[in-house]
């Protein structure tokens, strides 16, 4: 335990009051005050970074920042507010009041040695958390709650941002004093994941821990960030009373919307110009409205602060900000700052609204028809693709459990509505249209979690924008939209690029069960119509069978046929393509199929080619049993193709992750250091390089750098023949059509001959600096022992600087790179996800050993994906790592070339607190 403090080392906020340990009577003992705690330190530059709007576990917002001395006239009113009981319990006496002093000392703090972060809710003050320094490794921390928010979750935020600012500063221990009846604040140390150890002394509970994350506090943090986002989103689309705010004229549509859709709270009418409305009650004012939980509104941009005022004066939990003209991006992020700082959640601003189908609620907060009940939740961000996607729905008759669009720059984000969605039991599939991706890595490590329960049918992730949002990256490259797409696809989501085929999705998974396979068998009428879906089928990597029945079939024989492949133990899914040139039977086609597919235990799609449209029983909610229809063979296949895809990743078994051996404080130190005498980053000596990638035990084949054919003879001789003779420089490795690697060298005369033949090579290609008497010199020759032949492949890792870290594998050369045959992954990467990053290539046979040939350990590729991707990892410093070329064969893999390069940057790339982008 810390030893015990003399006075001037214990002044802390939870001392403002504390009885000083002596040997004499406690009782005696007089209270440490103001006067005796030396005069306040010099205020210090405003650490601005600290500063985080947070959602609380109710899911309400709050602002959260360091405390100032302006905030001297706030600390008093919050400390007034505070009940006896709670100060007792915090400060283990009575003190009724602040002193100027006091109010002085604990507003002025240097944020260093002293550091107090303060909770805000409007303009109001509701909680305080601080430390103070102890020594270089140890601080004293201490929170004070007011009591009409203690219960919602605030003293683990701000002991998750005080722990942040804490290690920032060097610190790596918390220290406390905690009355023994005070077992809340004891519970907030210990449910926060970290190791605590307690002691009794002098009638208090010594509590001690270290603040250095761990795996446990990690999950903690995530899971208390998981319930208070799907908690937010769901009291927002529960109401029970809203109040609309706009111009006459604009309400009068809203009104309408959720007069039609039956909503089953109860609604007031705010015309802000005086205009008439009719249907729901009206008030002049949003005061006069009473209390409300929900504000749906559509004004200019100038009367939106207002109207944030009005809701939050009105106790609402949120806002729904309607389009209303183009505010531009920094007029949305505060709209959104000001409600967050009220305590709100908003959707919009620039929103076309929300939609919950829940009989319970019953809600059309749009302009939209009520869509029919159903099990999709649908989220865009843009109002105008909003409109798009309802409207498609409507027309396809499909189901919704919720629809929000949020806007482009809104509080609610796609992250919370997945966390709702992942807890929803009325929402089975998810669609999700994104413009914008603001935080990938926190997207991608929630879309995986909730795809692993219910389907995620996503738009173009790799076309749209993305932000990194740790500091320092802004530098860095962006990955390419098609890597975007294949890390998408490895967490589990559909991904589309076209918005329409995200119903056709949807409408499959919401009817019918997921198929067990890839074999689907085409039922047409039409031996033209069987060649085309075969073709397109096997495209979407489907094994397809095909049956053409007569031309002019009965419905009951389209039905028959597809019966009989239902039953057919070699068939996965079905698809009937009725071709009605004369509009015949293709209604009653239809409803014989539905009969089928109603019972069905494998997907059953059916096509309907015809001049009219068939007409399905939506009478009800949308749901299994129904028949997916549709207008084109070609949607109908892609669709399921795509759904294929991801039933067998679900289906499949995922080993858990395991941490491959690192020497991670060698590689921190390494990378540190270098950074350290070059600051802006470089590409690393060789030597460095691997040593850095031996700290994961990747070995890279020695090899000697040479300056003249006697350094490179003796070289050789040391290595053993046959050796290789190679280029260094990357100017000259990047000229894919000149040779600058010479191989299976077996003596002395061949080593001339490459030396004089590399000579020539640098002369060629008059590169800068070349020395025309020893033109070697400017390719940076080494010299190499000879490796078995094998493949050679290329791996590659590069920082994006949005989703961090990913890894790329293809085949040495240019070839796989101008033909697209790389596959990408994010880290953590387990022996499976490398083994099907291998599998995904074109060249897989050939790795593989398919087709006579002769294959390559895959098992020792893999293990050497998993080490470089665990490395890229833990090292947000490496830009970039290229390990080629990897040449591979019947056992093992040897690395015969590698580069590092490394950039300045944070150690850290996922906050350890939770805060709101």
């Not at 419905?555 to 015949?584: G, K």
């Not at 040449?887 to 015969?896: F, H, L, N, Q, S």
């Amino acid at each position: 335990m810390v030893p015990p403090l003399g006075r001037a080392e214990r002044w802390t906020w939870s001392s403002w009051v504390q009885p000083a340990r002596s040997q004499g009577d406690p009782a005696t003992v007089p209270y440490v005050t103001s006067d005796d705690a030396g005069p306040a330190p010099e205020v210090a530059d405003y650490p601005a970074s600290w500063e985080a709007d947070v959602l609380l576990s109710d899911g309400g917002t709050a602002h959260l920042r360091p405390i100032t001395p302006e905030d001297a006239e706030r600390l008093v009113d919050f400390y007034a507010r505070v009940s006896p009981e709670s100060k007792y319990l915090r400060f283990f006496a009575p003190y009724p009041v602040l002193t100027d002093k006091d109010v002085h000392r604990f507003t002025h703090v240097d944020h260093d040695q002293r550091v107090a972060l303060i909770l805000m809710l409007g303009d109001d003050m509701i909680a305080v958390g601080r430390y103070d320094k102890i020594n270089d490794t140890d601080a004293e921390v201490a929170f004070l709650v007011e009591d009409s928010v203690q219960g919602r979750g605030v003293g683990p935020i701000l002991l998750e941002h005080l722990a942040e600012a804490a290690r920032e500063s060097g610190l790596s221990r918390f220290v406390a004093e905690v009355l023994p009846q005070n077992r809340r604040m004891a519970q907030v140390f210990a449910a926060a994941g970290y190791t605590v150890s307690r002691e009794f002394e002098d009638g208090m509970i010594m509590v001690e821990f270290p603040i250095l994350p761990t795996d446990t506090s990690l999950e903690v943090m995530l899971r208390r960030e998981r319930r208070a986002e799907a908690t937010s989103v769901q009291r927002l689309l529960h109401p029970k009373r809203i109040a609309l705010v706009s111009r006459a004229d604009d309400l009068r549509p809203i009104i309408t919307s959720i007069l039609a859709g039956g909503y089953h709270g109860s609604v007031v009418a705010v015309p802000v110009d005086g205009g008439e409305v009719h249907g729901v009650p009206t008030a002049a004012t949003v005061s006069e409205a009473g209390d409300i939980d929900l504000m749906v509104v559509s004004l200019p941009l100038d009367e939106l602060p207002d109207a944030v005022h009005a809701a939050a004066a009105q106790n609402a939990f949120g806002m729904v900000v309607l389009h209303s003209g183009e505010y531009g991006f920094d007029a949305n992020r505060e709209v959104v700052a000001l409600a967050r700082r009220h305590g709100l959640r908003a959707i919009g601003p620039d929103a076309l609204g929300m939609i919950n189908t829940n009989p319970e609620v019953s809600l059309n907060a749009s302009p939209a028809p009520m869509p029919r009940r159903g099990r999709v939740g649908v989220f865009t961000q843009s109002s105008s693709v909003g409109v798009i996607l309802l409207a498609t729905a409507l027309d396809q008759k499909l189901g919704l459990s919720t629809f929000i669009s949020s806007g482009m720059r809104a509080d609610v984000t796609n992250n919370d509505v997945l966390h709702h969605w992942l807890e929803a039991d009325d929402t089975e599939i998810c669609i999700l249209s994104l413009d914008r991706i603001g935080n990938p890595r926190k997207f991608f490590r929630i879309a995986r979690a909730v795809a692993e329960n219910k389907p995620v049918i996503l738009f173009s992730p790799g076309a749209a924008d993305r932000e990194g949002y740790a500091p320092g990256t802004e530098h860095l490259e962006q990955a390419s939209p098609e890597a975007v797409d294949a890390v998408f696809t490895q967490a589990g989501l559909i991904v589309c690029h076209r918005r329409l085929m995200m119903f056709d999705i949807a409408q499959i998974l919401v009817r019918q069960p997921l198929p067990g396979g890839d074999r689907v068998h085409v039922i047409t009428n039409g031996p033209a119509m069987e060649r085309h879906s075969r073709r397109v089928a096997e495209n979407e990597g489907l094994t397809c069978t095909g049956e053409v029945i007569g031309s002019r079939s009965a419905p009951e024989d389209y039905a028959a046929a597809a019966r009989r492949a239902l039953e057919n133990p070699e068939v996965d899914s079905v698809v009937v393509v009725v071709v009605d040139v004369f509009n015949e039977v293709a209604q009653a086609a239809h409803d014989a199929l539905a009969e089928v597919a109603s019972e069905s235990t494998k997907p059953l799609l059916g096509v309907f080619a015809d001049f009219t449209d068939v007409e399905a029983d939506v009478s009800g909610p949308d749901g299994p049993g129904g028949l997916p229809t549709f207008r084109g063979y070609a949607e109908a296949l892609q669709a399921l193709g795509r759904i294929v895809q991801y039933a067998a990743w679900r289906n499949s078994t995922r080993e858990p992750w395991v941490e491959p051996p690192l020497d991670r404080v060698r590689a921190h130190d390494l990378v540190a250091a270098d950074l350290d005498e070059h600051p802006n980053g470089r590409i690393l000596p060789a030597a460095t390089g691997h040593d850095l990638l031996a700290c994961a035990g990747i070995d890279v084949l020695a090899r000697t750098r040479v300056d003249s054919l006697t350094e490179a003879t003796e070289a050789a001789a040391e290595a053993g023949w046959p050796v290789v003779l190679k280029a260094s420089a990357s100017a000259v490795r990047g000229q894919p059509d000149r040779a600058s690697v010479f191989r299976n060298i077996d003596g002395p005369e061949d080593l001339a001959e490459a030396w004089e033949d590399l000579g020539r090579l640098m002369l060629d290609l008059q590169m800068p600096g070349t020395d025309p008497e020893n033109p070697q010199l400017a390719a940076a020759p080494v010299v190499q022992a000879m490796v078995p032949p094998g493949v050679s492949l290329a791996i590659r890792t590069r920082e994006d600087p949005a989703f961090g870290p990913m890894i790329s594998v293809g085949l040495a050369g240019v070839a796989s790179e101008l033909l697209g045959d790389v596959t990408w992954r994010v880290p953590p990467l387990t022996k499976d996800d490398a083994r099907d990053m291998l599998a995904s290539l074109g060249v897989a046979p050939k790795l593989f050993g398919d087709a006579g040939a002769a294959g390559v350990d895959i098992d020792a590729v893999a293990d050497l994906l998993v080490r470089v991707a665990a490395l890229a990892d833990r090292l947000p410093q490496v830009a970039e790592m290229v390990l080629n070329p990897c040449i591979t064969g019947p056992t093992g893999v040897r690395v015969a070339g590698a580069e590092v390069r490394l950039t300045p940057g944070v150690d850290q790339r996922d906050a350890l607190s939770r805060s709101l982008h």
